[in-house]
């Protein structure tokens, strides 16, 4: 295979059963309040211990740990437009989701441009690496999927049983073109993983957020990335170098290249298209959604 070595059966059928359970497990929490206090609160709360006591092993570095934190410190944020008035009383709230989103992002563009500064070649962290070129164009790309979040200031609680936080302003394309550089990164930075937390939790919150729970990406995406940490924190070794469950790249630097160039493209294609809209409608990035239904009234109106 190009991207992976070949595996065998059972690893393509954990491989849809992670997927089922990142996708039930984000059901579970949107339709219950009770649930979310329960696995985003509690449960890390009592997990925290057993981590710290089991800190010594070759799995978590200092990004696992603090990856696994701001995706929970994500879910809680968001827990915050869904549960409570905070995002209408105070407006800055917004944009500390918009933030959130940012901050993830950083780490992972650090993580990458140190993978390619220092030249990881080897074991490091319990995965065998290889470094190079792509690392520095994946990185551009983050930066650049960063610079394009956008219309926060439509984001609110959706009016059905299930509360969600919506943010109408991530349009299917962004949300591929962060899917992709997503894919790469983990591809690059995390090879160990992704099999599964490459291509396996990016497809898990993008097929609610495009099917039946549309505009609920960033909060899927919060999700079920904590599900993904929490497990990765308490079984390190589960899909780690050597357990049978685990998918070896290819480590082939054409597909490290071929993955961060598609990231770059998307994100590049995107850009242009978003400011295209910014300067031929007069919408304001700060304060108009550039995307959406609200905004395709406002430029009605201004064109009208």
């Known amino acids: 295979m190009f991207f992976f070595e070949q595996f065998p059966w059972y690893n393509m059928l954990v491989w849809l059963v992670v997927l089922a359970i990142l996708i039930v497990l984000n059901e579970l929490v949107r339709r219950s309040k009770r ?100 690392n520095y164009l994946n990185a551009v790309a983050g930066l650049l999927n960063l610079l394009l979040i956008c219309g926060w200031v439509g984001i609110k609680a959706s009016d059905s049983q299930c509360k969600d936080m919506v943010w109408h302003d991530q349009s299917t394309l962004y949300i591929i073109a962060y899917g992709i550089w997503n894919i790469a990164y983990v591809y690059a930075c995390a090879p160990g993983n992704a099999f599964y937390s490459g291509f396996g939790l990016n497809i898990a919150a993008t097929i609610p957020a495009l099917l039946w729970a549309k505009g609920t990406w960033m909060q899927t995406r919060a999700h079920t990335l904590s599900f993904w940490m929490i497990w990765v924190m308490t079984f390190p070794y589960f899909f780690a170098e050597g357990s049978v469950f685990n998918v070896t790249v290819s480590y082939n630097p054409i597909a490290n290249w071929s993955l961060s160039i598609i990231s770059l493209v998307l994100n590049m294609v995107l850009a242009c298209w978003q400011v295209y809209r910014i300067i031929k409608y007069r919408l304001h990035p700060f304060k108009n959604e550039i995307w959406s239904e609200f905004s395709s009234s406002l430029i009605h109106k201004q064109v009208g």
């Open 35 to 134: 649930a979310s206090v329960l696995l985003f609160i509690c449960l890390p709360m009592v997990l925290t211990v057993f981590w710290y006591l089991n800190r010594d092993n070759e799995i978590t570095s200092w990004f696992t740990w603090i990856k696994v934190y701001s995706a929970l410190l994500g879910s809680l944020i968001f827990m915050g437009v869904r549960f409570s008035h905070l995002h209408n009383k105070y407006r800055w709230y917004k944009g500390f989701v918009a933030a959130i989103l940012a901050v993830n992002i950083l780490e992972a563009v650090v993580r990458e441009f140190q993978v390619g500064l220092v030249g990881f070649e080897g074991m490091v962290d319990g995965m065998y690496y290889i470094s190079g070129g792509w």
